[in-house]
């Protein structure tokens, strides 16, 4: 008898270990912060628009510089011959964009579609406007956001 009661704290104590270690390894929960309203506030970098053989690539890096999160933050890129539209892409982040956080997003369009075209961007976010500044460098981020 005495051996199963050994054998069972035995158990139980290697059971809440094993848990409050797996408790550790976890970080804290997030606290939620509210999203800005109105006016967001970025920066970025000068688009690098690149011709390919198939299609023309457009990479830039985004930076928040809100003191509150980007919530459904979305870029687009639309191409003009003379006033007509002739096409273009557009990127929507899929979470909030903390504040601080530089993000590099990529924008593809058919070359054929927008040959002697130019290019215009437009940011907006899900609850306002984005005032944007451009910025000779900012630092690249950990992982790209691209598509």
């Known amino acids: 008898m005495m051996r199963q009661g050994?054998?069972?704290?035995?158990?139980?104590?290697?059971?809440?270990?094993?848990?409050?270690g797996a408790l550790a390894g976890q970080d804290a929960p997030r606290k939620l912060v509210?999203?800005?309203?109105?006016?967001a506030k970025v920066e970025i970098t000068k688009p690098d628009t690149k011709p390919g053989p198939k299609e023309v690539v457009t990479t830039m890096l985004i930076k928040n510089i809100s003191n509150a999160p980007i919530a459904g933050l979305k870029i687009e890129e639309n191409w003009y011959k003379g006033n007509n539209?002739?096409?273009g892409d557009s990127y929507r982040h899929p979470r909030p964009l903390p504040p601080g956080e530089v993000?590099?997003?990529?924008l593809r369009v058919p070359r054929a579609s927008i040959i002697g075209?130019?290019?215009?961007y437009q940011f907006t976010h899900a609850n306002g406007t984005v005032k944007v500044t451009t910025v000779a460098k900012l630092d690249a981020p950990k992982a790209p956001a691209t598509k």
Do not use: D
Request: hydrophobic share 55%.
């Open 6 to 20: 050994s054998m069972v704290a035995a158990i139980v104590m290697a059971v809440g270990l094993s848990a409050s």
């Open 34 to 39: 509210a999203p800005v309203r109105g006016e």
């Open 85 to 87: 539209a002739v096409g």
């Open 103 to 106: 993000i590099q997003i990529t």
């Open 117 to 120: 075209a130019r290019n215009q």
